[in-house]
Nanobody, 115 residues
Framework: QVQLVESGGGLVQPGGSLRLSCAAS????????MGWYRQAPGKQRELVAT???????NYADSVKDRFTISRDNAKGTVDLRMNNLKPEDTAIYYC?????????WGPGTQVTVSS
């Protein structure tokens, strides 16, 4: 079992920055990949960014060059640095921890980009 807790969401103006953090506890040794997904009202959950144990990253085209994902394997944490935020980035952001046989999800943190 893996438990995930996100933090760092909030309200920010367009062009601003936020940093999301996620802390994993439990069987963190079995995690092979961690990442962030988001879900906007009326839309499906979508990939934002992932990072493997070896540091290989993957980003959605919509956030490339604006968001940066980083991870501390030993601590079981993953951060998402978000720059130049746009109104279309408004969503609930979910942390994910991937094992071989299942994926765990955090409860989510709201990010709102509005003037």
């Amino acid at each position: 079992q893996v438990q995930l807790v996100e933090s760092g969401g909030g309200l920010v103006q367009p062009g601003g920055s936020l940093r999301l953090s996620c802390a994993a506890s439990g069987s963190i040794f079995s995690i092979i990949k961690m990442g962030w997904y988001r879900q906007a009202p009326g839309k499906q959950r979508e990939l934002v960014a992932t990072i493997s144990n070896g540091g290989i990253t993957n980003y959605a085209d919509s956030v490339k060059d604006r968001f940066t994902i980083s991870r501390d394997n030993a601590k079981g944490t993953v951060d998402l640095r978000m720059n130049n935020l746009k109104p279309e980035d408004t969503a609930i952001y979910y942390c994910a921890a991937v094992q071989v046989i299942r994926t765990y999800w955090g409860p989510g943190t709201q990010v709102t980009v509005s003037s």
